[in-house]
């Protein structure tokens, strides 16, 4: 089944940019899953910021939409999250999840989670 790894997470000042990855492992196939990048904030609930899937086009929170970029690399079973004028507010642990559809889910419920990444932005 599907297994989750994230990396590249850190320390970067505001207006900085940082790239996640999320690497895939398992009997599966990426390109039947949809992967969706989480943020989840000290004190705050998790938050929704991306989803791709190999049916339409990438989706995004207002909060991420232009800053940040997600894509796939199929040959290396691995998704990212590009994350471009950072500012704290976008400090938290950063997680991926896998679902089993072609599409990105309205509900952005996922199934397969990895174990999280910690972004600090701060000055």
């Known amino acids: 089944q599907l297994q989750l790894v994230e990396s590249g997470g850190g320390f970067v000042q505001p207006g900085g940019s940082l790239t996640l990855s999320c690497s895939a492992s398992?009997?599966?196939?990426?390109?039947?899953?949809?992967i969706g990048w989480f943020r989840q904030a000290p004190g705050k609930e998790r938050e929704a910021m991306s989803c791709i899937a190999m049916t339409g086009s990438p989706k995004y929170s207002d909060s991420v939409r232009g800053r940040f970029t997600t894509r796939r690399d199929t040959t290396k079973n691995t998704v990212y999250l590009e994350m471009n004028s950072l500012n704290p507010e976008d400090t938290g642990t950063y997680y991926c999840?896998?679902?089993?559809?072609?599409?990105?889910?309205?509900?952005?419920?996922?199934?397969?989670w990895g174990q999280g990444i910690q972004v600090t932005v701060s000055s």
């Open positions: 398992g009997f599966f196939v990426l390109d039947q899953y949809a």
């Open positions: 999840a896998g679902r089993h559809t072609s599409f990105c889910p309205r509900d952005f419920l996922f199934s397969r």
